[in-house]
């Protein structure tokens, strides 16, 4: 099967809401990103968790920043989430420093503080090490400036859209980073899955892998929102709780239908490889479809060693606020005058979703070559 050219568009929720342009990251502190912890550290063990901000570093290179000062390696250091870089991004690292007095915990943070380009907010021991996905989300304050539109106009248009992600969620997209200018990291993730392309490069590999994966799972929410799929469940879904992250397949819609209008659950968007649990009935023929359209087989997967999974499909925003410029005072003006033209805007996403899936509802415009939060 010839594989159609790659098309990483997306349909809008909001799209009968004019989108009020902008840009994005005038300077650092208009993206401000705080990890919300999944759990809080004890106050003993042999690992120092030190909760910091930073401003145009990179996670990897605060890592190893730390482990150059303490002379440790750098895999004993954790962290629970990538943050980019150019931002205002807090976070919590952990350091595996052994059993150390409350003293040392202190002069530690003060160290820490002293000798490195971060504020420190504080120092707490803990048991284990801190480890990718312990968290429960992140949240964000964004400016836009350079509005495509007046200030009220654009405040009214935000409070719209605002409102209608408020009442109906949005789809989980990826965000479009992954796939590169013209989705060209997409094209090469299909050239290693199909035509064996070899690469030595193993986690260059398996991104571009990966970002084939997002892809189709971009592709089965946008062709669910299409086919106005979005706002009901079809009969065989992978459902996902809320609450508890628990699973299950839809059999009688009439008794789950009232769940998902009242937000207790979701549809779940399908990430294929050889163990992706398949939905069944409608929704399996569904998610069948853009899995043979794509024209990858079982046997690729497993030759690539995807396992697979399943992606929360709706996504609910929390926390979401719209603020003008004249009411935000405590925004730095970006040469002392854009800022008299922006908005902020204030939300929480659960892990593994992108800011760039709702700022693009907003702003509707290009934001492929925004660095993302994961």
């Known amino acids: 099967m010839i594989h159609s050219p790659v098309d990483v568009k997306l349909p809008y929720i909001s799209a009968d809401v004019p989108g009020i342009g902008g840009a994005l990251r005038a300077i650092p502190e208009h993206f401000v990103v705080e990890e919300v912890a999944l759990y809080e550290p004890e106050g003993e063990g042999q690992h120092l968790y030190i909760n910091l901000t930073k401003v145009e570093l990179t996670t990897k ?3 190893q920043q730390l482990a150059k000062l303490f ?10 989430g990538m943050k980019d870089k150019f931002a205002s991004t807090t976070q919590t690292f952990s350091l595996s420093l052994g059993h150390i007095s409350t ?3 202190d002069q530690a943070a003060k160290r820490i503080q002293d000798e490195l380009p971060v504020t420190v907010h504080w120092a707490k021991r803990h048991k284990n090490k801190l480890k990718t996905g312990h968290l429960l989300g992140n949240r964000f304050r964004i400016v836009i400036t350079n509005l495509s539109q007046p ?9 719209a ?8 969620g949005l789809p989980n997209y990826f965000g479009p980073q992954r796939f590169g200018i013209n989705g060209e990291n997409v094209a090469r993730g299909y050239d290693l899955l199909v035509n064996g392309r070899f690469i030595r490069d193993r986690w260059l590999r398996r991104f571009l892998v990966s970002s084939y994966q997002s892809y189709l799972c971009n592709r089965y929410l946008s062709e669910r929102v299409q086919m106005g799929a979005f706002q009901h469940l079809l009969a065989g879904d992978i459902a996902k709780k809320y609450e508890t992250g628990g699973i299950f397949t839809v059999e009688h819609l009439a008794d789950e239908q009232p769940r998902y209008e009242e937000y207790e659950i979701s549809f779940t968007a399908p990430l294929y490889g050889t163990k992706m649990r398949a939905a069944a ?9 853009i899995l043979a359209e794509s024209g990858v087989t079982d046997s690729q997967w497993k030759k690539a060693k995807v396992d697979g999974s399943r992606r929360l499909g709706r996504l609910l925003v929390s926390d979401l606020a719209i603020k003008t410029s004249c009411e935000e005072k405590t925004i730095q003006p970006q040469q002392g005058k854009d800022d008299e033209d922006s908005l902020t805007i204030e939300f929480f996403l659960p892990k593994g979703a992108f800011a760039t899936t709702v700022l693009r509802e907003f702003m509707k415009n290009d934001l492929s070559n925004i660095p993302e939060t994961d």
């Open 61 to 63: 290179e605060v890592q």
């Open 71 to 80: 002379q440790i390696d750098r895999n004993s250091i954790g962290f629970a």
């Open 103 to 105: 003293d040392e915990v």
């Open 151 to 159: 200030l009220a106009k654009a405040q009214t248009n935000a409070q």
């Open 161 to 168: 859209i605002a409102t209608q992600l408020s009442q109906t």
């Open 281 to 289: 009935d409608e929704s399996g023929d569904f998610e069948a479809k």
